[in-house]
T-cell receptor
């Protein structure tokens, strides 16, 4: 079975500094990896995904993620953090599709990012 | 930009009561999903739905749960007899249903269910 791990419950970073939110994965076969962000009282918003191709994936709001096959990691990064980036971030891996084509995500436990002014 | 919407945003119910959580997926999407997030825990898959049938369900999705697409726009999750442990945030999601690896799920804002 596929799984992802987010080793940090919380990450604190000063505004303007680069940020990294870590995710490692364990899959059989090719990994399809996603990052979602959850703001207070909001749903999960899609940020970016890795399906195949370039190891550096660019997403919404200036975020990017680096896929590293040898380290089985998919860390989320941003060159310069904003206070408004403060939220809960979830890494997810897509499970094998069913016969009808639907699939489920397996989510990590989430990392709370706090950007300090 | 099209969004998944969910109603109500917060539902409070007594243990043993039936609740129906409502979702309006993005209009041209074909795959529909429910997930839940117990407070402080990870988001967990409940069920996927396609072509008016359950496609896959988790062990959480027991006989107390059911899903339905009663018309062309709504997608509902019913809990027949709620338990205290059903208290959670319930997320609806939908995806285009391209059938390939590029397909991406888009989530609604969630319904917070509180069972007293």
């Amino acid at each position: 079975a596929q799984s992802v791990a987010q080793p940090e419950d919380q990450v604190n970073v000063a505004e303007g500094n680069p940020l990294t939110v870590k995710c490692t994965y364990s899959v059989s076969g090719n990994p399809y990896l996603f990052w979602y962000v959850q703001y207070p009282n909001r749903g999960l918003q899609f940020l970016l995904k890795y399906i195949t191709g370039d190891n550096l994936v660019k997403g919404s709001y200036g975020f990017e993620a680096e896929f590293n096959k040898s380290q089985t990691s998919f860390h989320l990064k941003k060159p310069s953090a904003l206070v408004s980036d403060s939220a809960l971030y979830f890494c997810a891996v897509r499970e094998t599709a069913t016969a009808s084509g639907t699939y489920k995500y397996i989510f990590g436990t989430g990392t709370r990012l706090k950007v300090l002014a | 930009e099209p969004e998944v919407t969910q109603t109500p945003s917060h539902q409070v119910t007594q243990m043993g009561q039936e609740v129906i959580l409502r979702c309006v997926p993005i209009s041209n999407h074909l795959y529909f999903y429910w997930y839940r997030q117990i407070l402080g825990q990870k988001v967990e898959f409940l069920v996927s739905f396609y072509n008016n049938e359950i496609s896959e369900k988790s062990e959480i999705f027991d006989d107390q749960f059911s899903v339905e697409r009663p018309d062309g726009s709504n997608f509902t999750l019913k809990i027949r007899s709620t338990k205290l442990e059903d208290s959670a945030m319930y997320f609806c999601a939908s995806s285009l249903g391209t059938g390939d690896r590029t397909d991406t799920q888009y989530f609604g804002p969630g319904t917070r269910l509180t069972v007293l």
